[in-house]
């Protein structure tokens, strides 16, 4: 079976203190070089937002 759908949650930004912009920054790397690749069966990919900074970090992200 296929992957068709992830979401990425930054769980890692918050009781663990990760840094917000790095892990953002990285899933959209990762997130396009899987893309770029060819052959995905993707359609769907949810970054989890808890807040208006992450959302902000994820568009600043998406926006490059």
Do not use: N, W
């Amino acid at each position: 079976q296929r992957l068709h759908a992830i979401a990425f949650p930054a769980i890692s930004c918050g009781v663990y203190g990760y840094p917000a912009d790095q892990a953002t920054q990285i899933a959209v790397r990762e997130l396009r070089a899987h893309l770029a690749r060819g052959g995905s069966s993707l359609r769907r990919v949810v970054f989890a937002c808890f807040g208006g900074k992450m959302l902000a970090l994820y568009e600043g992200a998406l926006a490059k």
